[in-house]
Nanobody, 123 residues
């Protein structure tokens, strides 16, 4: 079994930055693609970005140029650096891990999910 746990959420002003972390533990060899999703109040969960086991990343149009996903396979950790944050980025951010290789953009491709971390962008 694999467990994923997010950290780093909080309150930030518009234009500010946050760096989220997602640590995976357990049967790590099963983890290939990893992603960040988010869900704002009253809205459906949406993909923020995804990264393969070798570091190829893809992003939602709404965050391109502002957010960066990276991973440290030695530490079994994925990061989400968020810059130029906007009020509309406010959401619970979830980390997800997949046993599938390649860029996985569908939620059903992910086998393991974290509990989520709240990001609030407000002045």
């Amino acid at each position: 079994q694999v467990q994923v746990r997010e950290s780093g959420g909080g309150l930030v002003q518009p234009g500010g930055s946050l760096n989220l972390s997602c640590a995976a533990s357990g049967t790590i060899f099963r983890v290939k693609a990893m992603s960040w999703y988010r869900q704002a109040a009253g809205k459906e969960r949406e993909l923020v970005g995804t990264i393969t086991s070798i570091g190829s990343a893809n992003y939602a149009d709404s965050v391109k140029g502002r957010f960066t996903i990276s991973r440290d396979n030695d530490k079994n950790t994925v990061y989400l650096q968020m810059n130029s944050l906007k009020v509309e980025d406010t959401a619970v951010y979830y980390c997800a891990a997949s046993r599938f290789s390649g860029l996985q953009i569908e939620p059903r491709a992910y086998h393991y999910w974290g509990q989520g971390t709240q990001v609030t962008v407000s002045s």
